[in-house]
C-alpha cells in the first residue's frame, strides 16, 4: 500500500526547497528570447496565444523539475476537482487569451464550450452574484468565503470533474498541488497540506509582460489596452463574463 505523505513530512520538504531548490528567473528569460528568436510574422494575437501556452507549460515543467529533485509527486488524479470550486483570480489579459483558444478550438468543441458557459451563467447567477460580492483584494477570509459557496469553476466539467481548458488553466491551478493523501482535500475545503508554488507568479508574469510590451503600440493588430489588461485582476468567471 502507498505511503502518503504526512503534513510533517510536507513541511520539512518545503524547508527543503526554500533552502535548497527555490528557482530563479532564468529559465523564464531564457523563454522569452526563445520565443522571440522564433518569431515569424505571425499576427501578434496569436503569436502572444502561443507565448501564453508555452509560459504556462515551463510553469509545468518547473514544478516537475523540483518535484523530481525532492522526490515527491502529485496525489492529484483525473477525476479530481476538489480545487475546481477554489477562486481563481486572473487579468483580464489571461482571460481575453483563453477566450482566443477556445475561439481557435474545433467547431464542434467550441460550441460544446460556448453552449456550457452560457448554461453555466444562467444556472449559476445568484450564486455567482453572491461570491463577486466577496472584496479579494480587502477581505483576508476571501478564499474561505468564496469556496464555502461550491461554485464551481466555469470550465469544471461537472458530469467527469475535468478541465474544458487544460491546456491552458491558468496558473492558480497548475501550482496548488496536493502531495499528501487524497482524502485530506475530501475533507476540508482548505486543507493544509497541499503546497503552492506562487513562487512561480512573478517570473510567469513578467515575462508575460515582457512580450506584451512589444506590442503595445501595435494599436490594429493587438486587441488588448496596455497596461490596463495586464493588470487588471478579477474573478475569472467575471472577467468571461465580460468578454
Known amino acids: ?3 502518503h505523505l504526512t503534513y510533517i513530512d510536507i513541511v520539512n520538504i518545503c524547508k ?4 535548497k531548490y527555490l528557482p530563479t528567473d532564468e529559465p523564464f528569460i531564457e523563454k522569452v528570447d526563445e520565443l522571440f ?3 515569424d510574422e505571425e499576427p501578434p494575437l496569436l503569436f502572444l496565444l502561443r507565448a501564453f501556452q508555452e509560459l504556462l507549460q515551463l510553469v509545468d515543467e518547473q514544478i516537475h523539475d523540483i518535484e523530481q529533485k525532492v522526490n515527491i509527486r502529485p496525489t ?4 479530481c476537482a476538489h480545487c475546481c470550486y477554489f477562486p481563481i483570480i486572473i487579468t483580464k489579459l489571461e482571460a481575453r487569451l483563453i477566450q482566443t483558444y477556445i475561439d481557435r478550438l474545433p467547431a464542434k468543441e467550441r460550441e460544446e464550450i460556448q453552449a456550457h458557459l452560457r448554461t453555466y451563467f444562467q444556472q449559476q447567477k445568484e450564486a455567482l452574484d453572491v461570491v463577486y460580492a466577496i ?3 480587502e477581505d483576508a477570509r476571501f478564499k474561505e468565503k468564496y469556496i464555502a459557496k461550491q461554485v464551481p469553476c466555469p470550465f469544471l466539467d461537472v458530469r467527469t470533474n475535468t478541465c474544458r481548458i487544460y491546456e491552458v488553466r491558468p496558473i492558480p491551478c ?3 498541488l496536493n502531495y499528501a493523501s487524497p482524502a485530506v482535500c475530501a475533507k476540508s475545503h482548505m486543507p493544509d497540506e497541499p503546497f503552492s508554488y506562487e513562487f512561480f507568479y512573478h517570473y510567469y ?5 515582457e512580450i506584451v510590451e512589444e506590442w503595445s503600440d501595435e494599436e490594429e493588430a493587438f486587441p488588448f489596452r496596455y497596461p490596463d489588461d495586464l493588470f487588471h485582476l478579477d474573478y475569472l468567471p467575471r472577467l ?3 468578454e
Open 1 to 3: 500500500m502507498e505511503r
Open 16 to 19: 527543503k526547497i526554500n533552502e
Open 37 to 39: 528568436a522564433q518569431y
Open 76 to 79: 492529484c488524479a483525473k477525476g
Open 135 to 137: 472584496d479579494f483584494m
Open 174 to 176: 497548475r501550482t496548488y
Open 205 to 209: 508574469m513578467q515575462s508575460l509582460q
Open 240 to 242: 468571461l463574463q465580460e
